[in-house]
């Protein structure tokens, strides 16, 4: 069978999926997002050749641009072919705010958050959360763009320059934590494997940020929370984020609809590209 990876390149994750999908006797072939095209009448697009289509990036582009991709993987998905993560999961985890209230409506634990437009309703959240919060981009990974806020003439200074330039301004709640938290790595309603992350200093457990990771087994309720977490935005493969509530148990931080595993992989032991692989085209 014959797989398009999505993409902006041939980076590590493009390789390792191509390497498991040629050890499991398939064809993986890289595609650049931004050559995605389609054609009318006799609707095709240029994805129509692959028998799956693995979703690897989203690259940054313009609303039209970014609107026309989410327009030829949901008419892929119309015609039957499989898409991981189906469109309707990118497009709620791509967006903080909406997949926040995914999880919410599912009855999951989510940190204390207020999303507004200006920098008077952000000041009022500020105090409203206990003058401790992280501000977020509201489209984002691997925590790039985040920033801690205890004081409130800084709080001003950024909540006006993001009121400047039109952003959204996502307002979280800080939740002291003991410097870790945990990623479980989510494929077809099972948790395949999991890892916790240990900031290197402060806060930030984000692996990208220089975070350390290790394997953990985890409890059965930390798995139910993770393939719940999943079940709400509607993502089949998914890397599901718990941080320790101090009061005990978890909150669901976030819900990765294209997670990455260079750094689980190694630490687990876990051969997660031939796993997505396998369940793509079963």
């Not at 207020?114 to 409203?128: F, K, N, P």
């Not at 939740?175 to 992350?197: E, K, S, Y």
């Not at 669901?252 to 032991?269: D, F, I, K, Q, Y």
Request: net charge negative.
């Amino acid at each position: 069978m014959r797989i398009g990876i999505l993409s902006s390149g041939s980076g590590w994750h493009v390789r390792d999926l191509a390497r498991a999908a040629s050890g499991l006797g398939h064809e993986a072939i890289a595609v650049d997002f931004k050559r995605v095209h389609a054609r009318l009448p006799a609707p095709e697009t240029s994805l129509d050749e692959f028998d799956a289509v693995l979703v690897r990036t989203m690259p940054p582009g313009s609303l039209e641009q970014v609107v026309f991709r989410m327009d030829v993987l949901h008419k892929l998905t119309a015609t039957g072919r499989r898409v991981l993560n189906p469109p309707v999961a990118l497009e709620t985890c791509v967006d903080k705010y909406l997949a926040c209230a995914r999880l919410d409506a599912a009855g999951l634990p989510v940190p204390p958050t207020v999303v507004c437009q200006d920098a008077d309703t952000a000041m009022e959240a500020l105090s409203d959360l206990g003058g401790d919060v992280v501000v977020k981009p509201l489209f984002g990974s691997e925590g790039r763009g985040m920033v801690r806020i205890t004081d409130p003439d800084s709080a001003w200074r950024v909540f006006r320059a993001l009121e400047r330039v039109q952003a959204a301004l996502y307002v979280q709640q800080f939740i002291p934590h003991d410097g870790w938290d945990l990623r479980a790595f989510v494929i077809g309603g099972r948790v395949l494997t999991g890892m916790r992350r240990h900031a290197r200093d402060g806060w930030r457990t984000n692996v990208a940020q220089g975070g350390r990771a290790e394997a953990v087994a985890l409890t059965a309720e930390e798995e139910r929370l993770a393939l719940a977490a999943a079940h709400a935005v509607g993502a089949p493969v998914a890397g599901v984020d718990l941080l320790p509530d101090p009061a005990g148990g978890y909150f669901v931080l976030e819900v990765n609809a294209v997670p990455g595993w260079r750094a689980l992989a190694p630490a687990t032991g876990v051969d997660v590209a031939s796993a997505i692989v396998e369940f793509a085209l079963r």
